[in-house]
């Protein structure tokens, strides 16, 4: 089956860094990924969605200049936390339909992000 | 936003008993999705219901979908030690595709 990746898969930096998450689809092209956030015993927050050759759409709440998207080709996408704080400390995770649009989600195995 | 609503929040039961979780949501859907995921894991992608079918099932799991009360509930017959996780059902909004909306989650302990 299709398979996204991650990397880093844990990350642990100072406060005040900037932090880059990649999101790979290895053997499908994306047109749109999805990246959530997920904090410790809570459920997935949807942050915003990728999109190859545009801007992202971020969800209500978020901040796009805090969290940028990159989506520079058909299986890259990359999210960087920039000036990371201690708030920022969660599990992020993407996701990436089937080609078409399809109903099927694959998601990456996750980036684990703790800042100091 | 959070979509969806799950119950209980945490369940526990002796192996080889049948779990049940049930799942609300709020808007319009193209389906409700059911997914696992083990303590700070990644998570796995159990069954997809679309919103005109009403119940489907695969091996010990069965998903029911009510679209009149907007509700889903997954059933794990014959539990085992190793269905310990956290459930979560998650929605694809009509004319969103791809995006999902996950519920609140339930943490299942499964007692060998």
């Known amino acids: 089956g299709a398979v996204v990746s991650q990397h880093p898969s844990w990350v642990i930096c100072k406060s005040g860094t900037s932090v880059k998450i990649e999101c790979r689809s290895l053997?499908?092209?994306?047109?749109?990924m999805f990246w959530y956030r997920q904090f410790p015993k809570q459920s997935l927050m949807l942050m915003a969605t990728?999109?190859?050759?545009?801007?992202?759409?971020?969800e209500q709440g978020v901040e796009k200049d805090k969290f940028l998207i990159n989506h520079a080709s058909l299986t890259l996408s990359t999210l960087t936390v920039t000036s990371a704080h201690p708030e920022d400390s969660s599990f992020y995770i993407c996701?990436?339909?089937?080609?078409?649009?399809?109903?099927?989600?694959?998601f990456g195995p996750g980036t684990r992000l703790l800042v100091l | 936003s959070q979509q969806g609503e799950e119950d209980p929040q945490a369940l526990s039961i002796q192996e080889g008993e049948n779990a049940t979780m049930n799942c609300s949501y709020k808007?319009?859907?193209?389906?409700l999705q059911w997914y696992r995921q083990n303590s700070g894991r990644g998570l796995v992608h159990l069954i997809l219901?679309?919103?005109?079918?009403r119940e489907k099932h695969s091996g010990r799991l069965r998903v029911t979908l009510d679209t009149s009360k907007k509700s889903s509930s997954l059933l794990i017959t014959a539990s085992r030690a190793a269905d310990t996780a956290s459930y979560f059902c998650?929605?694809?909004?009509?004319?969103?595709?791809?995006?999902?909306?996950f519920g609140q989650g339930t943490t299942l302990q499964v007692k060998p």
């Open positions: 219901i679309r919103s005109n079918e």
């Open positions: 053997d499908f092209q994306a047109t749109t």
């Open positions: 996701s990436a339909p089937s080609l078409g649009g399809g109903e099927t989600q694959y």
């Open positions: 808007t319009s859907i193209n389906n």
């Open positions: 998650a929605t694809e909004v009509t004319g969103n595709t791809g995006k999902l909306i």
């Open positions: 990728s999109n190859e050759g545009s801007k992202a759409t971020y």
